[in-house]
Every structure is written in structure tokens, then in C-alpha cells.
């Protein structure tokens, strides 16, 4: 019943800026968690942040003081400011949500990140 719509991806040149936004519809509650996942090709889907209820964030490394995750004032709704991107940040990143008490995740389309050289 969670629908969730990713956009904000495109082309960038290494070192420039892109912002990524999610909508949430259908049933949201306030126990669910909101993050963003990426998968490159040829790669495992990874975790790049994430944010639960009380806004603790986690971080892979590798996006660490580069991007911020934060939540929209709307319920269900999540942005992942990405600055000083890499060539190495190209993926398909896609947002999830995490319900707690059904122990179950939901997944958007996803959007294409790609940065030039």
C-alpha cells in the first residue's frame, strides 16, 4: 500500500551538487524509518543514509560530510543533499522505508545518479 516516488537525479560533473527528493503515499506512521539506498552496476544495492524517528542518521563512510539526509516537513517525505560528488557516486539510488512493526521494507523506482569525470 506504501508507494514511493524518487526524483532530483541527473548528470553532474565530479565536484558539483544534486538533491534528491522522495514522497511517501499511502499509510505512513510515525515508527517508520526513511532512507536511501544506491546500486552501480555490477554491485550490491548498498545503505548511503538513513534516518529513524528521533532524527539519528547513519552514514556509509563513503558519503560521510559530503551528503546529509534529512526529513520534509510533510509526512513520508525525505531528501538526500549530495555535494562534492565523485565518479564513484554514480548509481541508481533509491528510497526506502523501513516498517518496524510489519518488519517489512518498501522500495521507490529509483533514480539515476550518474557523475562525469
Known amino acids: 500500500q506504501v508507494q514511493l516516488v524518487e526524483s532530483g537525479g541527473g548528470l553532474v560533473q565530479a565536484g558539483g551538487s544534486l538533491r534528491l527528493s522522495c514522497a511517501a503515499s499511502g499509510i505512513i506512521f510515525s515508527s517508520d524509518a526513511m532512507g536511501w539506498y544506491r546500486q552501480a552496476p555490477g554491485k550490491q544495492r548498498e545503505l548511503v543514509a538513513r534516518v529513524i524517528r528521533d532524527g539519528s542518521t547513519n552514514y556509509a563512510d563513503s558519503v560521510k560530510g559530503r551528503f546529509i539526509i534529512s526529513r520534509g516537513n510533510a509526512a513520508g517525505t525525505v531528501y538526500l543533499q549530495m555535494d562534492s560528488l565523485k565518479f564513484e557516486d554514480t548509481a541508481v539510488y533509491y528510497c526506502?522505508?523501513?516498517?518496524?512493526?510489519?518488519?517489512?521494507?518498501?522500495w521507490g523506482q529509483g533514480t539515476q545518479v550518474t557523475v562525469s569525470s
Open positions: 526506502n522505508l523501513w516498517r518496524l512493526g510489519m518488519r517489512t521494507d518498501y
